[in-house]
């Protein structure tokens, strides 16, 4: 059973750079698909950006070019570099752990989620 953790939250102005970072346990790691997602106040959960096992990538229209999803697997370790942060994005992030090798299917855990709150 896949237990995350996540860590990289916080305080920034709009402009700014954060780094969420998500580690992870319980099984093998490179064999999954990875994702990020986030919900703002008052609104769903959506999804951001996943990584597959091999290393592919997809960032949602809204944060391509500004948002980058990686992943160290020799650290078990996903995330999620945020640049030119606006304050539409605040919101919780959370990072989520696929059954299976693409960003598609369902989801096996979540993070505890990190709460990212961007300053005009």
């Known amino acids: 059973q896949v237990q995350l953790v996540e860590s990289g939250g916080g305080l920034v102005q709009a402009g700014g750079s954060l780094r969420l970072s998500c580690s992870a346990s319980?099984?093998?790691?490179?064999?999954?698909?990875m994702g990020w997602f986030r919900q703002a106040p008052g609104k769903e959960r959506e999804f951001v950006a996943g990584i597959s096992s091999s290393g592919m990538t997809y960032h949602v229209a809204s944060v391509r070019g500004r948002f980058a999803i990686s992943r160290d697997n020799a650290k078990n370790t996903v995330y999620l570099q945020m640049n030119s942060l606006k304050p539409e994005d605040t919101a919780v992030y959370y990072c989520a752990a696929y059954g299976s090798t693409t960003y598609s299917g369902p989801l096996d855990a979540w993070g505890q989620g990190a709460l990212v709150t961007v300053s005009s």
């Open positions: 319980g099984r093998t790691f490179s064999r999954y698909a």
